[in-house]
């Protein structure tokens, strides 16, 4: 078995990890090490090309659908416009204009309304969110990135803890870091890493409560040559009690291709057993309903089930809403895991729990508990900071 040593060690490559990793960079902080499960980074933070295949963040363009994360608002979170801002990504608003189109039952043809728009406006990023995964790395000059490697265990020694992680062939590696950043959802956490002592079990208890954003859902993009809704003075927009999309947004990019985007309602132990091409075509059909028969033949559309993955959602997740109303507590107040462990997810985040802004944040703060315990001194607060390039 390999044995290797670091400052600090983060355990998820997804949006909060990526920023944990820049900010230890702006301290001087050089001797970092970020374990990834999967094989690229981004985390739940997931795009398609126009060909609907899914693309590596490394690799920024402009035809990106989400099928992850997609929105923001300025407006209710400045830190995260900033950080989009000094990464020198361009915004443009979510399209709005036009009718909206329900679905109330299937004697009726879809009812028209007027629209309405979001308030605070909701933006969006060229390129997709995986544009935020492509620049951030690319400013990473020092943290060592291992993709490709599950953390399993977790063991409290001495002063130090020990990490083991396993790799697609079963090899298993030991390194030994002084502070552990968890940049995955609490009950993830929980579920799958062993702790070794256990975890305090109040703070197990409460990270084994907190649902998961995002893992008890579905999400459905068909990609179009041309955004043709438009031309009859719809926005995009839809909302069904019939299925299998609760909600539809127009998700086509300025000067790239057109989009239409939907959340499936279908509960998740309902999909289970629903093959992914039949689940497609269950949506093709109602796009036909909604926007008319060109609808039913996108150039090529996609499904993510994030409830089928594994690294994403526990069993515990597909009954849960996925959406919860406050954060569990980021690291033990007492204890072996004290000053050594920090959960720094985007469901460990205050102001905006499941959010990209809640990832921004929950990172910075981590990131400010990491270096106050490491000195054992107040540490003032993080400022995201961005070097052009």
């Known amino acids: 078995m390999s044995q290797f040593s670091a400052r600090v060690a983060i355990i998820g490559g997804g949006l909060s990890g990526l920023t944990a990793a820049m900010l230890l960079e702006q301290q001087d902080v050089r001797d970092v090490v970020l374990f990834e499960a999967r094989h690229t980074l981004g985390g739940r933070i997931l795009s398609v090309d126009a060909g609907g295949s ?19 608002w300025p407006g209710l979170q400045p830190q995260f416009d900033r950080l989009v801002d000094e990464l020198g990504l361009r915004r443009f608003a979510q399209f709005e204009d036009g009718d909206l189109l329900v679905e109330r039952t299937p004697r009726e043809a879809p009812l028209r309304m007027k629209g ?19 620049a951030i790395r690319a400013r990473l000059d020092h943290t060592q990135l291992r993709t490709g490697q599950t953390v399993r265990r977790l063991c409290r020694v001495g002063s130090h803890v020990d990490l083991r992680s396993e790799d697609a062939s079963g090899a298993l590696t030991t390194w030994r870091v002084d502070q552990v950043l968890l940049a995955l959802p609490p009950r993830l956490a929980e579920d799958r890493i062993t702790f070794e002592p256990p975890l305090q079990s109040d703070l197990a208890s409460r990270w084994r409560a907190t649902p998961t954003w995002m893992a008890p859902h579905a999400k459905y993009v068909a990609v179009y040559d041309a955004p043709f809704w438009r031309d009859q003075g719809l926005s995009g927009s839809a909302r069904s009690a019939l299925g299998p999309m609760a909600e539809i947004h127009d998700v086509s990019m300025p000067g790239g291709h057109a989009a239409l985007f939907g959340f499936v309602g279908v509960p998740a132990r309902g999909r289970r057993d629903v093959p992914d091409g039949v689940l497609r075509a269950h949506c093709r059909a109602q796009l036909g309903r909604l926007f008319g028969e060109r609808a039913t033949t996108p150039v090529a559309d996609a499904l993510k089930d994030w409830a089928m993955d594994p690294l994403t959602a526990t069993d515990a997740d597909q009954d849960s809403g996925g959406q919860h109303g406050e954060a569990p ?20 985040s205050r102001q905006f729990p499941g959010y990209l802004a809640g990832a921004v944040e929950a990172a910075a703060h981590g990131v400010q508990d990491c270096l106050a315990s490491a000195s054992s001194q107040p540490c003032g607060g993080i400022v995201l900071t961005v070097q052009r390039r």
Request: glycine share 14%; with cysteine.
């Open 116 to 134: 309405y728009a979001s308030s605070p406006p909701s933006m969006r990023l060229a390129g997709g969110t995986g544009a935020l995964i492509a």
């Open 54 to 72: 899914v693309v590596d963040a490394r690799e920024p363009a402009l035809d990106r659908f989400d099928l992850g994360p997609s929105w923001f």
């Open 329 to 348: 507590p980021r690291c033990a107040d007492s204890g072996p895991w004290q000053g050594c462990l920090t959960g720094i997810g985007s469901e460990w």
